[in-house]
């Protein structure tokens, strides 16, 4: 791999276009924090895809598109005399240094848990920290991600199950509170207790050192794979998706199934 000095020339590099093209093109003049904003959220979207694929290739490229954004926050920063990438880079620095104490100083933490904790009790403490526990779990994360977030930082001062099997009993609850409403077809409270559901299957999940989000996603693709199967071969055999029966949907679905789709 590359030595410490071939790294920062990189970076150096990288640092002295962005200058450039903040100057010279029209497009990358005009951009703002708004106007970036989508699109650091789709390129964070592509890195998140990419890293569920693991193909490497992609990692790398989406790493710098990642790093494209950072790079024009910081510019845009420093043009307005607010912070650049000195600064970015100094606060992050501070922050990692603070936040592991059993590193650099003279706390003790014998497992990855321990760290987590403590971590999460330095944030606590920080001037311009999190007030209270959950309070760092940003409101536009996705639903399914922000569940799984709130549960692991309630767990690092304590609140969860002591036996990760109990939580079997309250996804057994919330499915049978779950029937009890679309029997009585309440659709507002039947949407209350789907919620209640999801939460305490993504509980779960994370119990048993299960990622929901991934695992979901890898549900997702496997879906993708076989309703391609499907369509492609429906269309081979010149038919149309609504002119077959369910059934035959099925034998074809399942024939994808056994090609390990």
């Keep these: 791999m590359h030595t410490k000095e071939e790294k920062m020339e990189a970076f150096g590099r990288f640092l002295d276009i962005m200058d450039e093209l903040r100057v010279k093109c029209p497009w990358d003049r005009k951009q703002t924090n708004d106007s970036l904003r989508p699109n650091t959220i789709e390129e964070t979207y592509e890195l998140c895809d990419a890293l569920i694929r693991g193909d490497k290739k992609d990692i ?3 790493l710098g598109d990642v790093l494209l954004h950072v790079g024009f926050y910081a510019k845009i920063g420093s043009e307005t005399g607010d ?7 100094d606060r992050l620095c501070e922050k990692l240094i603070y936040r592991h104490p059993h590193i650099y100083g003279n706390a003790q933490a014998k497992d990855a848990n321990e760290v ?5 009790q330095l944030k606590l403490k920080e001037k311009d920290g999190n007030t209270s526990v959950l309070s760092g779990v940003p409101a536009a994360l ?9 549960q692991d930082k309630a767990r690092n001062v304590g609140f969860d199950w002591e ?4 939580v079997w009993d309250k996804v057994k609850e919330e499915f049978e509170e779950l029937q009890v409403e679309i029997s009585q077809m309440d659709k507002d409270k039947a949407e209350g207790e789907f919620g209640d559901l999801f939460f305490s299957l993504i509980n779960a999940a994370r119990l048993y050192g299960i990622n929901p989000d991934n695992a979901l996603e890898r549900t997702n693709q496997k879906f993708l794979r076989r309703f391609n199967y499907l369509e492609e071969h429906t269309i081979k055999q010149g038919r149309n998706l609504k002119d077959m029966t369910l059934a035959e949907m099925d034998d074809i679905w ?3 199934k056994k090609k390990g789709l």
């Design 83 to 89: 912070f650049d990438m000195k600064d970015v880079c």
């Design 60 to 62: 790398c490229k989406e």
């Design 163 to 166: 036996e990760k099997e109990q």
């Design 142 to 150: 996705p639903s399914v991600i922000k569940a799984y977030r709130m």
């Design 254 to 256: 399942d024939e994808a």
């Design 116 to 120: 987590i904790q403590n971590w999460e």
